[in-house]
C-alpha cells in the first residue's frame, strides 16, 4: 500500500501497518523510523519511558549501537478501531559476538492521520549460539 494508513484499521490495513514498520525498523536508521511517530509520541520500552521524537531518534542510536546487525520479525496479534497488538522478535549480536534473540510485544496507539501517538514494548532477551539464528537466516 502506498497511501497512508489511517485509523479505523481493517484486518488488510493492519496487517500492511504492521509490515511497514517491521520494514522501517530494520532500516536501522533513527531519523526515518521517529517519523512514524507523533512530535509527542509516548513510550514505553522495557523500563525506559520516552517522550517525543527527539527522545525515541536517541534511544534508537544507542539501541542500535549496541544491537549489532539487528533484525526484526513483527506479526500482528489483533485490532481495533485505532490500536494494533504486535508480537515480535528479532536477533542481534553485541561487541563481543553473543547472538541474542530478543523477543516480546507491543501494543500500539495511533492518532488520526496514522501516526503512532503511544507505544508500549515488553521485551526479553535470550541468548543464542549463532548457528541458531532464524531470521537473519
Known sequence: MTQKITPPFTNESARAKVQIAEDLWNTRDPERVALAYTEDSDWRNRAEFLKGREEIKAFLRRKWAKELDYRLKKTLWAFREN????????EWHDDSGQWYRSYGVELWEFDD???MRRRLASVNDAPIAEKEQCILQ
Open 113 to 115: 492521520s496514522g501516526l
Open 83 to 90: 490500536r494494533i497488538a504486535v508480537r515480535f522478535e528479532y
